[in-house]
């Protein structure tokens, strides 16, 4: 029987409505029941991949799970995440092992060897039971300058522990590591401050 207002009528399916998407929501979840560390990229050319993976690591921290971070590239400034994340050194291993990027060392050859010493400390944390997850922060663009070569690093990404989380991100992900990931997110941009003349901010970049 229907109510005497056109507001309660609205209610009344809005509410019916409801109970089936969640008796439908319900069904779905039910049948995802399993558990496993998974390989997640984060790639493309909008702003966010680093600050989506950090975001990861602070909820990582609240579940009282153990975190290494390499940064590659990344390390000739201080940053706002090192200065947090070295308040938590039971719980988070940061490392910026990054000289800049390549236009600024202007080396190439010392670029591949702190990249191969980035790439070692990535390598001895997946290998460490102890971490629950890894993140190899920019590794996408040590890969696309073939500072590493993509047939190693991939085995080592793939070959990690059932339960452990490994996280890549960086611009131009190669095609191979996005077929091996379990989760993949391209950032679009949209609009970008820096394309109107505003710098690099503090809290925002970095």
Known sequence: MESDTPAADAEARHSEKMRKKQAAQAKIMATKTREQGLLIVHT???KGKTSAALGMVVRAIGHGMKVGVVQFVKGAMTTGEKVVFDAFPDHV??????????????????????????????????????????????????????????????????????????????????DALIEAADLVTDMTMVKHPFRSGVKAQKGIEF
């Open 44 to 46: 493309g050319k909008g």
């Open 93 to 174: 291993e940061f490392k910026p092992m990054g000289e800049g990027f390549t236009w600024d060392t202007q080396d190439r050859a010392r670029d591949i060897a702190v990249a191969r010493a980035g790439w070692d400390e990535v390598c001895r944390m997946i290998a460490d039971p102890s971490y629950d997850m890894v993140l190899a922060d920019e590794l996408n663009i040590v890969l696309r300058y073939d500072y590493l070569p993509l047939d190693e690093v991939l085995p080592v990404l793939t070959g990690r522990a059932p339960m452990k989380h490994v996280i890549v991100t960086g611009r131009n992900a190669p």
